[in-house]
């Protein structure tokens, strides 16, 4: 899939709010600091369409980016942010959930794993609700550049091995890089794919 353009629409405090119409939806979801706004930067072709901060947690709201005109990418919050207060955790939670839950529109939610770390009890607390919930969705281990390849092929075979224990069908996954562009063609195709039905 080429992308010939890519336009911020809208963000949005509550699924109620997000855009109306039926293009389809593709989310991106992962636990703060985990490298969502460059990963979407990077997929896009687009420097500075998603913030990227060294402030993990800068993502409150639901963003709407409009993908050549026909589909949407969904920038969800980052979960997991421990300096946010409790209140302001839970509306997060609210907000997320309402989205998956209850967007129609949402053809895939890409859950972000950083790929240096040990599976994290957060993670996969997460991604059991999305499959108790029937969410259709998939694996994306960024920060691919940060280990070498041997390092990095233990690592995510040793994710996936977590997660057979409880999955007797692993959900797709994709193994990426913000900096070398790993992963953009595969992640796009697979966008493509769901879209072409």
Not at 61 to 72: A, D, G, P, R, S
Not at 79 to 86: L, V
Not at 154 to 179: A, C, R, V
Request: aromatic share 10%.
């Amino acid at each position: 899939m080429l992308i010939k353009s890519a336009e911020y629409t809208i963000s949005s405090a509550r699924v109620d709010q997000c855009p109306a119409g039926e293009l389809p939806e593709f989310a991106f979801i992962g636990r703060s600091n985990v490298g969502k706004s460059s990963l979407i930067n990077m997929l896009t072709g687009r420097a500075g369409l998603a913030k990227t901060s060294a402030t993990p947690g800068k993502t409150i709201l639901i963003n709407h980016f409009l993908i050549n005109k026909e589909w949407y990418l969904v920038d969800l919050p980052g979960y997991g942010y421990a300096k946010r207060g409790q209140q302001q955790r839970d509306e997060l939670q609210r907000m997320i959930t309402g989205y998956i839950l209850r967007r129609e529109q949402m053809m895939n939610l890409f859950l972000l794993i950083d790929a240096r770390h040990e599976p994290q009890r957060i993670d996969m607390e997460f991604i059991e609700w999305l499959g108790e919930n029937g969410i259709p969705f998939s694996i994306v281990f960024t920060k691919a550049d940060k280990l070498s390849k041997g390092k990095l092929a233990g690592n995510i075979k040793h994710y996936l091995s977590e997660l057979s224990k409880q999955w007797e069908e692993l959900p797709p996954h994709f193994i990426t890089s913000s900096e070398t562009k790993q992963g953009k063609e595969e992640v796009l195709s697979y966008i493509e794919s769901i879209i072409q039905g």
